[in-house]
């Protein structure tokens, strides 16, 4: 799995062509070595927990050093909800290339 393709958005098998070809749409398969980018229907679902993770990282310190400032909950919560929601273009495109290649990883095609 390499760190650097996840950031790069590339593929898992190739690790040179684009996943995404806009903000939100992918490619159907890879435009350099042609492996299919859904395995199966359903295949996003652990992408999920990706993004959940991601957006956990992002969060957590944000929601850290408020409550450490003395805001108030519903002040950090606002805060953090308006973080993720200028970050979601983004959490929804790293969790699915994150997902692919941590699928590859353990079950290569």
Do not use: T
Request: a positive charge; charged letters at 15%.
């Amino acid at each position: 799995m390499g760190l650097l393709a996840i950031v790069r958005l590339r593929c898992p098998c190739c690790l040179k062509g684009n996943v995404f070809r806009s903000l939100w749409r992918m490619h159907d398969e890879c435009p350099e070595c042609g492996v299919s980018f859904e395995r199966e229907p359903g295949f996003y679902y652990g992408a999920m927990y990706f993004s959940y993770g991601i957006g956990l990282a992002l969060a957590a310190p944000v929601s850290i050093l408020l409550f450490l400032k003395g805001f108030s909950e519903p002040i950090i919560f606002l805060v953090v909800i308006a973080q993720l929601a200028i970050v979601s273009p983004l959490l929804f495109r790293y969790s699915r290339v994150a997902w692919m290649h941590f699928d590859q990883r353990f079950d290569p095609r």
